[in-house]
């Protein structure tokens, strides 16, 4: 560049800021050198679960500038007037699915999320079997421990509460040969003491 001449604008909507490195992005700034935006996304929750992340934290793989990524699947004929389409993962909320019947059609995220402000919880179960049968899983998952009706939540704390008995236990059966100095050579030497 003989001229020394500079290109501040960037995609459709997005502004470099020499002065501070940032590229503006219509609504909030984005910082190239942590590949994520340093203010919010506008609107909330609703562009992903991180307000602050960009393409997965990953501009280098997940890269579209133009748009031209299709992710849309093909649509599915279901039976009785029904069909399904799975759309795959665009912008990192994972897969969704669209669903039309004679009487109506909508939208709903894999294991019972949203997708397009709309769930599960409207589609008719034929539209949720034929959607199994094509690898999507429309309703949330129901874990739950063999043998029992506790579910992976409980399982999960009551492990951990058994793990810090035991802790104590075992740290207490370290600090008795400190009790007694004949044992003393029998205590096992930490490297760092916890």
Not at 127 to 155: H, M, N, V, W
Not at 170 to 175: A, P, Q, S
């Amino acid at each position: 560049n003989p001229n020394n001449l500079q290109q501040l604008i960037r995609l459709p909507g997005q502004q470099w800021d020499k002065e501070s490195g940032l590229y503006y992005n219509r609504h909030r700034y984005y910082d190239p050198a942590q590949g994520r935006y340093i203010t919010q996304d506008p609107i909330g929750l609703d562009g992903g679960l991180n307000s602050y992340s960009y393409v997965k934290n990953n501009p280098v793989n997940w890269i579209d500038p133009l748009g031209l990524a299709h992710t849309s699947g093909k649509w599915k004929d279901c039976g009785k007037g029904c069909r399904i389409r799975i759309d795959g993962d665009a912008v990192g909320d994972g897969r969704h699915l669209h669903w039309e019947c004679k009487n109506g059609g909508g939208v709903m995220g894999e294991f019972g999320g949203q997708s397009h402000g709309d769930d599960y919880s409207s589609a008719p179960n034929s539209i949720k079997k034929c959607a199994r049968k094509y690898g999507f899983e429309p309703e949330q998952s129901k874990l739950t421990c063999k043998d029992s009706e506790t579910s992976a939540t409980e399982a999960v704390v009551a492990t951990g509460a058994t793990i810090g008995v035991g802790y104590i236990i075992y740290r207490v059966i370290r600090m008795i040969p400190s009790l007694a100095p004949p044992l003393w050579p029998t205590i096992p030497v930490n490297a760092v003491t916890p």
